[in-house]
Structures are given as structure tokens and as C-alpha cells.
């Protein structure tokens, strides 16, 4: 809202002077937003005669958990069935100590005390850009070093290309097949030294915070696994079958404990499906259906297959564009710089995947989420009437572009 007042309502007619961000108040909201939340899953529980346990809990067999009480003492909950529902943490660097102060996970980048002058994101995932955009708009200058030689390595080819480019316009500065070597707090601020990720010379990279973001790792050490011997991978996430089950008779395990895309609504869809599974019933989750989205501004979503992911099945598709510039809500809004691409296999027209870069593009995709659920083609969507204007009808014009020819361009 502060970066929209500031660099857009003049050009709508909207004047303000003395334009400035109160922090303290900011994080208030935040805060009352997020105790609101919690609180109102304790009403669930209490609702539906849930019984809730506030402790660190540790498998002490098959059917039992032993839980350190954050009150103080200890208890034993028994159940015929148990779900592990751990989620997951951040994964640490190498030499790199996360004290939520000058160097911070995610979580302490949403609490910091006052907006840092310059901020280095370490991790160009949706997390770090997402958490380098809200300090950016507040007025941080920020750095992105990355590893790889791109940003979100699964999105589209495309579209990545094209978001990058927005948030360089955005003023983001990205450091791209860059490691991270060393890291000193000793003074005021933060100094990392980095080198290419092929090794070479090495550079110092000097920062007021620095976030680190470099992916989430599954929260399976430490919770009495291997007391009951329930198998994990390599990378400690909890091995299951098609019914969450791992290979300890009546233990279940779901979200980013297990393998599979380490989202939220990812895992809502698990806990649902496991519950009907031990119930007797059937449950289902397709994870080539589960949507992600960036939120950023505009926000990146995306559902399916990528373009090259396509191309590497060997698939013979066909692909739709639809640029904001030609929408009109979005040109009304002032808000058109994005794009919507479908891709759809070349015989049949059904739609593989949907990637779109727009304001509110979060609240859009879920249009294509139905049309993958249901296996349409792109004139499946292409003949649907979308209200006008509206910026879900450069989703109806790129399916259009798909299997014939877009109206609009």
C-alpha cells in the first residue's frame, strides 16, 4: 500500500504529502493478523472436541508419542493411528549463523525493527524474493545472490525470464552463479565474502541484514524415527506409500515431511486425504495439479508442466500468449505488465500447463487448477464467457492463441 501511494496514486489524481511508513504499526497488523489466525485453528479444535497438546513431541512407538510440555513435565498421548506433521525448517549454509538479529531466516525477516538500508537475499526461491520484495517497496536496497545460473529454477523458461526482468525495473540487483563463503558480523552490519559458484576471485558484499533463504529442509531429526524405525531418504523426508503410510503399521506421515511440493495448501490436501484413507475410504491428492505462486507484485502462478518440461517428455504441444498490455482491466489499473501462457498438447488441444504473471495472478490460476482437474482443452476455456473487464480474460485470449487465434492482439 505505502509503495502503491508512493509511486502510483499521483498518476491516478491522488496527491498525499508527507508520505511515511510507521513501522511499529505495520508490524502490529501483522502480528494481530497472525494471532487471529492461530487462534482461530485453536477454535477448530475446540469446535470439533480436538484435543491439543502444546509440547515437543517424540515417537516412542508405534502408537504412542511422549511429549515434553512447554508448561513444564511430560505426558504419553496414545492412538491406534498416528500422523507425523511435522512440516519443515530452513535449511542452513555452511558458515552462516542465523541469529534473527542481522542475519535472518524468513521468520525474523518479518519482524525486523527498522527497514535496513541495504538487505542481501541469499536464495533467489519464492521465499527470498518474495520476503526481498516487501523490503524493497519499504525502501531497502536489495541483493539477490544465487547459486544457480537462474532465479525459481521450476518455473517457466519463459515467464522467468520476463519476472526477472520486472524486478530489475523493480530495482532488485541479482548476483547469479554466486556462492557464498564466509560471513562476519563483527561489525555493524554484515560482510559476506563470495566467490562464482565455478570458483574464481573472490568478492566482499557488505549489508546492513542478510536473509537467508536457500530452501526449506524437512523437520524429521529428532522426533524418535529411528526409535521406531520408520524409514526416511536421504534427505530426511519421511518415505510413505499412495496412503501416507510409511513402513511402520499404523504411522502416517504428510505435507513437507514427505516428498512432494513443500506447500501449504500441499499439505492441507495430504492431512485430508490421509484422514480418509485410515477412515476406510478413499482419499486423493494429484500433485501434477497443485499450484504455486510467487507473491510478489505482480504475483507468478503457475500450474502443470513448463514448456520444457514438455519438450522433454518428447510431447508434440502447442503454445498460447496473451500479454497484460492488450487487457483491459489491467491497462484501466495501470497494472499491465505481465503475460499469461498456456501450453497444450498439439493433437488434442488438453491444456499441460498454465503460467501466469499478473496482479492477482494467485486468485487466477485456480481457473486452470479446474481446467487440468477436469482434463479441458484450451477451447474448452477459450469458449467460456469471462466477464469484461476483468484481467482472467487474458487467460480466456491465451487459450484462444493456443488452438486458433486471439482476439485481442
Known amino acids: 500500500m505505502y509503495h502503491e501511494a508512493k509511486s502510483s496514486f499521483a498518476h491516478h489524481g491522488v496527491k498525499i504529502s508527507n508520505l511515511e511508513v510507521d513501522l511499529p504499526a505495520m508490524m502490529a497488523q501483522k502480528d494481530k493478523a497472525v494471532a487471529g489466525l492461530t487462534k482461530g485453528i485453536e477454535g477448530l479444535f475446540k469446535k470439533n472436541k480436538v484435543t491439543y497438546v502444546k509440547g515437543f513431541g517424540k515417537l516412542a512407538s508405534p502408537s504412542e508419542v511422549s511429549v515434553d510440555l512447554i508448561d513444564g513435565g511430560s505426558t504419553v498421548v496414545k492412538g491406534k493411528n498416528i500422523i507425523i506433521a511435522t512440516g519443515s525448517d530452513i535449511k542452513s549454509l555452511p558458515g552462516i549463523t542465523i541469529d534473527e538479529k542481522k542475519v535472518v531466516s524468513s521468520t525474523g ?8 538500508k541495504k538487505l542481501v537475499v ?15 517497496r519499504l525502501g531497502s536496497e536489495v541483493t539477490v545472490v544465487e547459486f544457480a545460473p537462474d532465479i525459481v529454477p521450476s518455473m517457466d523458461g519463459e515467464v522467468r525470464k520476463q519476472f526477472q526482468r520486472m524486478l530489475e525495473k523493480q530495482k532488485f540487483k541479482f548476483m547469479l552463479k554466486t556462492k557464498v563463503v564466509g560471513c562476519d558480523t563483527s561489525g555493524d552490519g ?15 558484499l557488505e549489508a546492513d541484514v542478510v536473509l537467508v533463504s536457500a530452501g526449506r529442509t524437512p523437520f524429521t531429526s529428532g522426533i524418535g524415527l529411528e526409535t521406531i524405525g520408520v524409514e526416511t531418504d536421504k534427505a530426511g523426508r519421511i518415505l510413505v506409500d499412495k496412503r501416507f503410510m510409511t513402513n511402520v503399521k499404523g504411522v502416517y506421515a504428510i505435507g513437507d515431511a514427505i516428498p512432494g511440493p513443500m506447500l501449504a495448501h500441499k499439505a492441507e490436501e495430504d492431512g485430508v486425504a490421509c484422514v480418509e484413507f485410515i477412515a476406510g475410504k478413499e482419499g486423493h491428492v494429484d500433485y501434477d495439479t497443485v499450484p504455486g505462486v510467487v507473491y510478489t507484485h505482480p504475483e507468478v502462478a503457475s500450474v502443470g508442466k513448463t514448456e520444457e518440461q514438455v519438450k522433454a517428455l518428447g510431447i508434440a504441444y502447442r503454445v498460447g500468449k496473451f500479454p497484460l498490455l492488450a487487457n483491459s482491466r489491467a491497462k484501466a489499473i495501470d497494472d499491465a505488465e505481465g503475460i499469461v501462457k498456456v501450453v497444450a498438447e498439439k493433437e488434442t488441444d488438453k491444456i499441460l500447463g498454465v503460467h501466469i504473471m499478473a496482479p492477482n495472478a494467485g486468485e487466477i490460476i485456480h481457473e486452470a487448477v479446474l481446467a487440468l482437474q477436469y482434463g ?12 469484461h473487464p476483468t484481467v482472467s ?3 480466456k485470449e491465451a487459450c484462444l492463441q493456443t488452438f486458433d487465434k486471439a482476439i485481442h492482439i
Not at 109 to 116: G, K
Not at 376 to 387: I, K, L, Q
Open 109 to 116: 525477516a518479518l519482524c525486523l525493527s527498522e527497514i535496513p
Open 393 to 395: 480474460e487474458a487467460l
Open 376 to 387: 479441458a482443452s484450451s477451447e474448452d476455456v477459450a469458449r467460456t464467457c469471462h466477464a
Open 122 to 136: 541469499i536464495g533467489a526461491g519464492y521465499i527470498g524474493l518474495e520476503m526481498g520484495s516487501v523490503w524493497n
Open 190 to 204: 554484515v560482510k559476506l565474502t563470495l566467490e562464482p559458484a565455478a570458483g574464481g576471485e573472490q568478492t566482499v
